[in-house]
T-cell receptor, first 114, second 115 residues
């Protein structure tokens, strides 16, 4: 089974703090994603990465950056957290087209910015 | 980004009843995925569909990839209390490169099962 692990399940941070959300997958997938999920808005793509050191902006990249130094690890960075970034953050990885073309999610990270 | 039209938004049913939900899109998809999300948890993959017309089962769950490639449905038979949760559809488009990576989601169907 594919395992996508998010290192922090619950975080409380202060406005202006730098926040790191870490995600690791164990299936050697090239494609990884960060989403945020908010009531009434559904899942929105923040950034995705299709290879080591390669990244592309999703639909709502403002206020976020990402890092993909190793294939298995994709980090989401909030340079200066703000209260409107309070949300559930979901990491995902995608199997290749020839191996199922399926996306697997982590357990989620609940971030509260106060 | 684009959204899928998922319906119904919520359902309240009695234990033992069958449930049906569907998603439609104006775009063609190459892959349809169905997920279940429990409160406070990440979405868990239930069924993946890769071919137009494909009908796939996973226990009491059955899903179909619409023949037009623009819709999919999920059925749950003989519902039980642990079926409670939010069910999402998601589609991956045709195309290569960046466009193939972008999953489009429905807004979810909230299922409540009364024991």
């Amino acid at each position: 089974d594919v395992k996508v692990t998010q290192s922090s399940r619950y975080l409380v941070k202060r406005t202006g703090e730098k926040v790191f959300l870490e995600c690791v997958q164990d299936m050697d997938h090239e494609n990884m994603f960060w989403y945020r999920q908010d009531p009434g808005l559904g899942l929105r793509l923040i950034y995705f990465s299709y290879d080591v050191k390669m990244k592309e902006k999703g639909d709502i990249p403002e206020g976020y950056s990402v890092s993909r130094e190793k294939k298995e690890r994709f980090s989401l960075i909030l340079e200066s957290a703000s209260t409107n970034q309070t949300s559930m953050y979901l990491c995902a990885s995608k199997s290749p087209v020839g191996s199922g073309n399926t996306i697997y999610f982590g357990e989620g990270s609940w971030l509260t910015v106060v | 980004g684009q959204q899928l039209n998922q319906s119904p938004q919520s359902m309240f049913i009695q234990e033992g009843e069958d449930v049906s939900m569907n998603c439609t899109s104006s775009s063609i998809f190459n892959t349809w995925l169905w997920y279940k999300q429990d409160p406070g948890e990440g979405p868990v993959l239930l069924i993946a569909l890769y071919k137009a017309g494909e009908l796939t089962s996973n226990g009491r769950l059955t899903a179909q990839f619409g023949i037009t490639r623009k819709d999919s449905f999920l059925n749950i038979s003989a519902s039980i209390p642990s079926d409670v949760g939010i069910y999402f559809c998601a589609g991956l488009p045709r195309g290569s490169g960046g466009s193939n990576y972008k999953l489009t989601f429905g807004k979810g169907t909230l299922l409540t099962v009364n024991p």
